[in-house]
């Protein structure tokens, strides 16, 4: 469970502040799908680097599961991104010199899990989604939608809380795009909590929940009844 | 777990730098030349060490030789008081020999040739270590009865005898007949400027030959290399209250060969600290590289760390590389080095090169602390990296 209380990022830049999140709090469930959009520059990937553990509040709380992130090390973040949150980009982000399984495996890698537990968890993810006949491709010999299914089979393979997503959509075809939002669907009726962050309406309705934000602050909320 | 880690870190340096194989060989070239240049010096300065020590101690290191200075005439020491000293002194000293240098005019039938004369005791063949080709040495009894004998050189036999065996031939020394006794081995190459050039006699016929005929020289040989030092004291001790301070000089062979030792490691040490100085040159090559390497490779740092690398994975990632790219160059290097260091030694007969385990070890493992800290600046650069500003670098 994500439960985030009174956030602010403030950047400054000179005498001028930016509020990139201004008074933010939000609570996700477990097993919930929720949409995060809002226009560009509203603050959307500010927010998703808190939730990632990537990057730490001005102010405010953050607790995964219970444990406060928001005063965390820089140590215990890295562990935190490797054990609670699994990273779905829209550039897909795969390291182009090592094939899909290597690129599956290296979540795995950084908890330290031994080489054969390691392959067979890889090849595991990469069967569900539907990729067993590729493990030996490097990204450049896959198309955009399998390497964005590479991505999401490493996202999946440690098993995490929290599958995050930043438009995961915006670099693919239509077709694609349909193929990696049906396989969100899939992982959540799975039983896993994504956050998926666009600025594309139509995606964004395709989840329970939508949250919007504007300005850093959250203007709209589904499960809210309409208004956070 | 750990193991688990470093292992992949080495996995990833590995196949990082088998990408770029160019550029990791020509940065390693630099680790190469300088650990080459580094055991090579220090291995020709080395071997030149070894091989003066080597026909020094073949000589005996527990050799100890007596100078007396004639200066004063008042206060004498006899070779009957040196060996009244001699024989107080059996457990420190094995051998002594009296000494007298000087040269004669060597004749056989018609033929002359002036030549070195050595006058010494029977003894001297064993302090000096002298092999024979044919015949003896002269004996304790012919010294003590003056008797004519002489041990010649190879050039005598060459220039006098043709090469054939002259033992109980007659030589004239100075006019006067001696008996050729032995044919001492060979030394130098047998010719006239050659160590091969002498005739030995016995000390108490040297007046017959020699104006100056009491030995100044005395050649002593020291129970063990242990007792040298010891026996060196009492020499000093013995002469200073028979003839006053200073007036005979008493050198043991150990004593040469430590200055000589002393001399030749700083002569190493020297050689081997300017062929260093390239070590530090090929390190700064290294690190301007990975400092490349990390900026080449943001994105990826970046990734790395978005999935739950740590600082401490991503900074033994690039400090593996830079170790693993010291260490090969240092291990190249090092073959170079024994390569060229002995077809030099085998081509050129004046070098002499020897790799020492301690060259090797020196050599090596400042490759490897070069390394590491040449590779911590930018390994750490890369650790500290923002893994947000590190996703967005394109
Ligand atoms: N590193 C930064 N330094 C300064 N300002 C920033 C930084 N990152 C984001 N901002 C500002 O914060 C606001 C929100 O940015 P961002 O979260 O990237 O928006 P979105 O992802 O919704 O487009 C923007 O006004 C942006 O200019
Ligand atoms: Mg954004």
Known sequence: ?228 | MIITKFLQSLKMAISSILSNKIRMFLTMLGMIIGVASVVLLIGLSDGSQKEINDSLSSMGTDLITVQIRNRSASRVVSPSDIMEFYNDNRDILVNISPYIGGSTTAKVGTTNESTTLECVDASFADIRGLDLDYGRFITEDEVKNRQNVAVVGTYIQQEFFDGQNPIGQQIKLNGIVYEIVGVLEETGDSTKTSADNKVIIPYTTARKILSASTPSTYYIQAASDEAVDVAVNTLKNYFNSMLGKNQATVTSQKQIMEVIDEVMGMLSALLGGIAGISLVVAGIGIMNIMLVSVTERTREIGIRKAIGARRGDILLQFLIESVIISCMGGLIGLLLAIGIGNAAAKLVEALNFVATQASITLAFSFAVIVGVFFGLYPAQKASKLNPIEALRFE
């Open chain 1, 1 to 228: 469970m994500i439960v985030i209380e009174n956030m602010y990022k403030i950047y400054k830049i000179g005498d001028i502040e930016v509020k990139a999140l201004n008074n933010v709090s939000l609570t996700i469930e477990d097993r919930e799908f929720v949409a995060i959009v809002g226009p560009s520059g509203s603050g959307k990937s500010t927010l998703m680097n808190m939730i990632g553990c990537l990057d730490v509040p001005t102010s405010g709380k953050y607790y995964i599961d219970g444990q406060e992130v928001s005063k965390m090390s820089d140590r215990a973040l890295a562990d935190m991104r490797n054990r609670k949150i699994g990273f779905i980009f829209q550039q897909f982000n795969l390291l182009p010199k090592l094939t899909a399984e290597e690129n599956v495996q290296l979540p795995m890698i950084y908890r330290g899990v031994p080489a054969g537990e390691r392959h067979r968890l890889a090849l595991e993810a990469l069967d569900r989604v539907g990729l067993s006949d590729r493990t030996h491709h490097k990204p450049k010999e896959l198309s955009g939608g399998q390497q964005q299914r590479v991505a999401i089979a490493r996202a999946l393979v440690g098993k995490p809380s929290i599958l995050l997503a930043d438009e995961p959509t915006g670099a693919l075809d239509s077709k694609s795009g349909a193929e990696v939002m049906n396989m969100m669907q899939q992982l959540h009726k799975e039983g896993h909590t994504i956050i998926l962050i666009t600025h594309d309406n139509h995606i964004a309705e395709q989840a329970p929940r939508i949250v919007r934000i504007q300005d850093g602050e959250i203007s709209y909320d589904s499960k809210g009844g309409g208004n956070a």
